[in-house]
């Protein structure tokens, strides 16, 4: 198996939630430690991209080792972050083989669905989870696979565009972790986009 890196993109404003999730507590802990903390059981490195309210989030939360990554364009969407966070791999010292990429704002995601979607780890490998047949995170972009999606990444689409057109192994996660992800604070009902 390859020597995997986790990315954890953390780097959006909340704009729908009021405040950047980065930032938010949940559990008892900072989403951003959550996500954080259950990358790491599983990969090594781990590299977190913030952007909004950056070094507030440098500085208050516990990152666990975790390499952080600014993206000075995060409020161009999720792309940039994803970029960002391959960018960062692709320099890592010694050779990484493949990124499992997750999102801070899914407190749910768990050591043990990041493990079934890493077991897949190749450089020419292309997977993701999927909860009752339909696909969320984690995702994991092999080496081989990195230049094609910073190339078509945009906006707050990420690697759905180049997911499309691949061959992607989809990875049962049912009932491994909870898929969902919170886009307003508890209590509210979301607005419309």
């Known amino acids: 198996m390859s020597t995997v890196a986790g990315v954890v993109l953390a780097a959006g404003g909340g704009r729908r939630y009021g405040m950047p999730k980065a930032l938010v507590e949940y559990g008892g802990s900072l989403l951003v430690e959550r996500a954080v903390r259950t990358a ?4 090594d490195p781990v590299l977190v991209v ?5 070094v507030d989030v440098w500085r208050t939360a516990d990152l666990d080792g975790a390499t952080v990554l600014a993206n000075r364009d995060w409020e161009t969407g999720m792309a940039s972050s994803l970029r960002t966070g ?3 791999v692709r320099g890592w010292p010694g050779r990484v083989g493949a990124a499992l990429v997750t999102l801070v ?5 768990t050591p043990e669905a990041l493990a079934a979607v890493a077991a897949h780890a190749a450089p020419d490998a292309l997977a993701i989870a999927t909860y009752d047949g339909v696909r969320g995170h984690p ?3 092999g080496r081989d696979h990195w230049a094609g999606v910073v190339a078509t990444a945009t906006g707050d689409e990420g690697a759905r565009r180049y997911l499309a057109t691949h061959p992607v192994t989809e990875v049962d996660c049912t009932g491994l972790a909870d898929p969902a992800d919170l886009d307003v604070p508890p209590g509210q009902v979301p607005s419309a986009p």
Not at 40 to 43: E, H, I, L, M, Q
């Open 40 to 43: 790491r059981a599983v990969c």
């Open 50 to 54: 913030l952007g909004a309210r950056a």
């Open 86 to 88: 391959l960018d960062g």
């Open 105 to 109: 704002d899914m407190p749910g995601m």
């Open 139 to 141: 995702v994991l972009i």
